[in-house]
């Protein structure tokens, strides 16, 4: 058998594998919406569902998450440079639910499925509030604001849904440092 990879090989796969599940789903997602749909004033994402995921499975980490997803849009869409910083910027604010997620407990929280929907629907509100205050710190109105509750409203579906799949999963809405503690004392490798 070949050598095992470290923590530190693991989470970078990791975290790389999640960035190209997160781009290609945005992508295709902000495409169809530009191509297909453009005259429609919702948009769907997975950016808070993809950013939660990470956040349990690495922690801070879900940083890099949250900012390229923003990144993406901007791309996509033609974003100015204020709107890059206000989607960057401001997704960072959902990483606010990490503290909480803490003190609740990672496991509670995920062996729970109102918990896990919750979690994720927070998530969501913070990366929208976080762009909602940029947009303001920006000078934009009142009705820009809203905007980032209302035209994603419909993403808070889709973050419920993956977060549900997510937790039936093994080791997918999980601790990694924990998951792979416990693979190796199942496999009888620690």
Known sequence: MGPHLT????RNIDLM??????????????????????DQIYLVSVASAITAIVMVRWGWY????????????????GGSLQQYAIYCIGNLM????LPL???????????NAILRILYGALVLVLMQTGRALIS?????GIGDVL?????????????????????????????????VVRIQQAEGTV
């Open 62 to 77: 879900a940083s890099i998450h949250a900012v390229l997803s923003g990144v993406i849009m901007c791309l996509i869409m």
């Open 17 to 38: 594998l999640f960035a190209l599940i997160l781009t290609i789903t945005e992508s295709m997602i902000l495409i169809a919406a530009t191509r297909w749909f453009p």
């Open 101 to 111: 997620i803490k003190k609740i407990g990672v496991n509670k929280i995920c062996d």
């Open 147 to 179: 905007s980032f509750y209302l035209t994603d409203a419909l993403s808070l579906v889709f973050t419920a849904v993956i977060l549900w799949v997510a937790g039936n999963q093994d080791g997918i809405l999980e601790d990694q440092r924990e998951y």
């Open 136 to 140: 303001l710190a920006f000078g934009n």
């Open 94 to 97: 959902g990483l606010m639910a």
């Open 7 to 10: 923590i530190q090989q693991y």
